[in-house]
């Protein structure tokens, strides 16, 4: 069982970059592959990018390919997702979630953490 936290969002104008954190308390973070979704106001929570246990398998949503990257330090219990040109349509609630497997579908699942806000002004 992993608990994750994310941290690092806030406010940017539109060009720039913020590198979100996502810290999960529990001694089998390393067996799990990491996800990072995303919910605006008035959407559905929608797939941003997922890493694999070890960190040598990554996916993306095409909307932010080329822009965000997805990385995992197991020794820190920690996954970050690097955001650069940030657009304002990019503005939502960012969450990191646990699974068993790889997925761009948020049923597999298990943990999630309670989100960062991140603002992208134009």
């Known amino acids: 069982q992993v608990q994750p936290v994310e941290s690092g969002g806030g406010l940017v104008q539109a060009g720039g970059s913020l590198r979100l954190s996502c810290a999960a308390s529990?001694?089998?973070?390393?067996?799990?592959?990491m996800g990072w979704f995303r919910q605006a106001p008035g959407k559905e929570r929608e797939f941003v990018a997922t890493?694999?246990?070890?960190?040598?398998?990554?996916n993306y949503a095409d909307s932010v390919k080329g822009r965000f990257t997805v990385s995992r330090d197991n020794t820190k219990n920690t996954v970050y997702l690097q955001m650069n040109s940030l657009k304002p349509e990019d503005t939502a609630v960012y969450y990191c979630?646990?699974?068993?497997?790889?997925?761009?579908?948020?049923?597999?699942?298990?943990?999630w953490g309670q989100g960062t806000q991140v603002t992208v002004s134009s």
């Open positions: 979630g646990a699974a068993g497997r790889m997925s761009s579908d948020s049923a597999p699942y298990s943990y």
């Open positions: 529990g001694r089998a973070f390393g067996n799990y592959a």
């Open positions: 890493i694999n246990w070890s960190g040598d398998k990554t």
